[in-house]
């Protein structure tokens, strides 16, 4: 259980803020269909996460316990580091253009996936995924934790987003990666 609450906790504080936010909240305003959204946000997620879960339990599986254990260690603390780092939405908005083709649901699931692959919590998912010995509750939890972050995104848009500090969420997390990555340094199990 530790592993999905580990998981949700860590990818929704991850998330605040973070581009793939930012882009929920660009698409709300566009389309304004709430629902088509969510379940393309929803479906990118698991199938974005469950690439990145897979890849982690392989390295789990793949490298000995030490290496894993230095490799996690770091990874973590380096997570910390990039939590401090505000996200900017490069240019999404002449993304969704070309992706409006495809409608609602096509586009924003298109977008989210790519704008995933190689995000904060894409990596955090490969770290939890290798650190925790079981994949669907990270899996499970990484999820959770993009949806709990992006619904409120898509259903409030804008007039929420200006009251979070942002700031404070992120450094929250950034000392949550800190922890778990000198706990991994501390505790001889990855």
């Known amino acids: 259980m530790n592993a999905f609450l580990i998981s949700t906790g860590l990818v929704a504080l991850a998330e605040m803020g973070d581009k793939t936010q930012l882009l929920a909240l660009l698409l709300a305003a566009r389309y304004r269909q709430p629902l088509p959204i969510l379940i393309a ?8 996460h469950a690439l990145a879960a897979a890849l982690g ?16 260690g770091i990874s973590f603390i380096a997570m910390a580091g990039w939590m401090l780092i505000p996200d900017k939405l490069d240019d999404e908005e002449d993304s969704i253009g070309r992706w409006q083709r495809f409608g609602v649901f096509g586009a924003t699931f298109v977008l989210f996936f790519l704008a995933e692959i190689g995000d904060k919590t894409q990596i955090a998912t490969v770290a939890l995924a290798a650190r925790f010995d079981s994949l669907m509750l990270v899996l499970a939890g990484t999820t ?13 848009g804008d007039r929420l987003a200006g009251r979070l500090p942002i700031s404070l969420i992120h450094r929250i997390a950034a000392l949550i990666f800190l922890l778990i990555g000198i706990s991994v340094f501390l505790f001889k199990s990855p």
């Open 144 to 156: 959770l934790g993009m949806m709990i972050a992006n619904a409120p995104a898509v259903f409030i």
């Open 41 to 48: 946000i929803l479906l990118a997620t698991l199938f974005n």
């Open 57 to 72: 339990a392989w390295l789990a599986d793949f490298l000995n316990a030490e290496v894993l254990r230095w490799i996690l």
